[in-house]
């Protein structure tokens, strides 16, 4: 696996609610490319719980949106935004994981049209939740009105 270089870390105002590594609010998702999926571990807390000790299923879908987000700007080197989203929660998920795994891959390309298959699973390796997001893509000169240039891993493969 190799991490992904966050694109936009540099730019001044960047403050994503998924993946920007300084909003104080945010959930700071980092990436990483698994073959064709796109990877993310990222560890629940009870800032974001719904019942108690349960993360939140907004949060979840929040992880789940921004990982298809990130397929799209890795595998396809441009961005979008999400036109639907179906999610089926399927077990609960403990704030007190050390940590959760999601993963995403491109299920069906339509011209500019994108279906991406997202899943989330607890500490050990159960799948919690899982979405299908139908992804609207940008060309290439819309993308780089929102700043992406192109979208880079660093060199060394990482294990997780």
């Known amino acids: 696996m190799k991490k992904i270089i966050n694109p936009w870390k540099d730019i001044e105002g ?4 998924g993946c920007a590594p300084d909003n104080p609010a945010g959930v700071k ?6 073959g064709n999926e796109i990877v993310s571990i990222w560890k ?10 349960t993360l939140h299923g907004g949060i979840q879908s929040v992880l789940l949106d921004e990982i298809c987000a990130w397929v799209i700007v890795r595998k396809l080197q441009t961005t979008g935004v999400t036109s639907k989203m179906e999610t089926r929660y399927r077990k609960s998920v403990s704030t007190h994981d050390s940590h959760v795994v999601l993963r995403a891959s491109i299920r069906e390309q339509k011209r500019n049209i994108i279906l991406i298959d997202a899943r989330l699973y607890n500490e050990q390796g159960e799948l919690c939740t899982e979405s299908v997001c139908t992804y609207f893509t940008f060309s290439q000169e819309k993308a780089r009105e929102m700043y992406f240039r192109c979208c880079e891993t660093e060199p060394e493969e990482v294990s997780l």
Request: charged letters at 20%; proline letters at 10%.
């Open 14 to 17: 960047y403050n994503c609610f």
């Open 29 to 34: 998702m980092e990436f990483y490319e698994d």
């Open 44 to 53: 629940p807390t009870p800032d974001y719980q719904g019942w108690l000790n």
